[in-house]
């Protein structure tokens, strides 16, 4: 059974590289100015926040340079933001070197299980930040 490769599939089109690091950089940008951002709507819905809450905090945070905050913002920030990054590179990077760096991406990816690794990771901190909230 071979591993997803999530993050270099995206890469691999420029289309969803471009439209996820654009969307990323609008959430981001719009709330570090002051200007909000789009809010959780499960928390919104629910009162309960879904696993990526605190992320557009997190980030905002590290883009200050504010690392201590921007984990306790969400434990997963500082790899989301690698993510954004890569997202981004794969987004203006020429085919050809977008490419390969997809294929470098797919080749940790399945080697690591980066991608379930990296879903087992939130749901942990979800759970951690549900029960640390109920407490």
């Known amino acids: 059974m071979r591993a997803p490769s999530l993050l270099a599939d995206a890469i691999d089109r420029p289309e969803v590289s471009r439209l996820l690091a654009a969307f990323g950089l609008l959430q981001v940008g719009l709330f570090a100015a002051g200007l909000g951002g789009w809010s959780c709507p499960v928390r919104a819905f629910t009162g309960v926040p879904c696993p990526a809450c605190g992320l557009t905090h997190s ?3 590290l883009a200050g340079g504010h690392w201590s905050e921007a984990v306790a913002d969400h434990p997963l920030g500082p790899v989301v933001a690698v993510v954004g990054a890569l997202l981004l590179a794969g987004a203006v990077l020429p085919g050809a070197s977008a490419g390969r760096l997809a294929g470098g991406v797919r080749v940790l990816e399945r080697a ?4 379930v690794l990296f879903g087992i990771a939130a749901f942990a901190a979800w759970g951690w930040r549900l029960w640390h909230e109920s407490a």
């Open 59 to 61: 980030l905002a945070a």
């Open 112 to 115: 690591f299980w980066l991608d």
